[in-house]
């Protein structure tokens, strides 16, 4: 199954829809929406997502050059609390967002630009790859590399299987022991 799409929770919806366009080149394909407690339909199924304490929310859905959507979402209440500035790589759930840049250097840049704030150098990596780790304004940890997830793993894991290519558009290649 590929993947659709990540969902994140952010303290303003329209600088995060801009962060995420300016560095990240992602696209706006849906909102900034405003979803409220008057609709039953919607209300019923977002309760039933995020709980009983639901009581509204703004949204916008982002698309990246792949296919795959970044929803973003800002919820009025309860009061929202902000990440810790540390990654608490202990917990469970996801850790980091990771985004594939052409020019490393141009979107820390414009990352801390537009609030968000490099955790990392720049680490060099066999090949010539590169990689950093970002947190977006709000706390999100965000990874800034310059290849692909395939090519990152052939130099990062001993344990790295190869890729074949795909046989057609929009099928996946093969995966094979090295």
Do not use: K
Not at 71 to 96: A, I, K, T
Not at 114 to 143: K, Q
Not at 146 to 165: C, E, I, K
């Amino acid at each position: 199954m590929p993947l659709n799409h990540v969902g994140l929770t952010v303290l303003d919806l329209d600088h995060a829809v801009r962060f995420y366009a300016e560095v990240c080149g992602m696209e706006l394909v849906g909102g900034p929406d405003t979803v409220d407690a008057s609709d039953p339909v919607a209300t019923g199924r977002r309760r039933t997502i995020f709980g009983e304490v639901w009581g509204g929310m703004r949204l916008a859905h982002l698309l990246d050059s792949t296919g795959v959507g970044l929803e973003l979402f800002e919820f009025p209440s309860p009061e929202p609390v902000p990440l810790p500035p540390h990654l608490e790589f202990w917990r469970v759930g996801v850790s980091h967002l990771a985004v594939t840049v052409d020019d490393i250097d141009h979107a820390r840049e414009r990352l801390e630009a537009l609030g968000g704030r490099t955790r990392t150098p720049v680490f060099p990596l066999p090949g010539g790859r590169r990689i950093s780790y970002c947190e977006d304004p709000w706390g999100n940890a965000v990874e800034l590399s310059t290849h692909d997830y395939p090519a990152l793993v052939a130099v990062a894991s001993p344990t790295a299987v190869r890729r074949s290519p795909a046989t057609a558009a929009g099928q996946a290649g093969t995966y094979t022991a090295r």
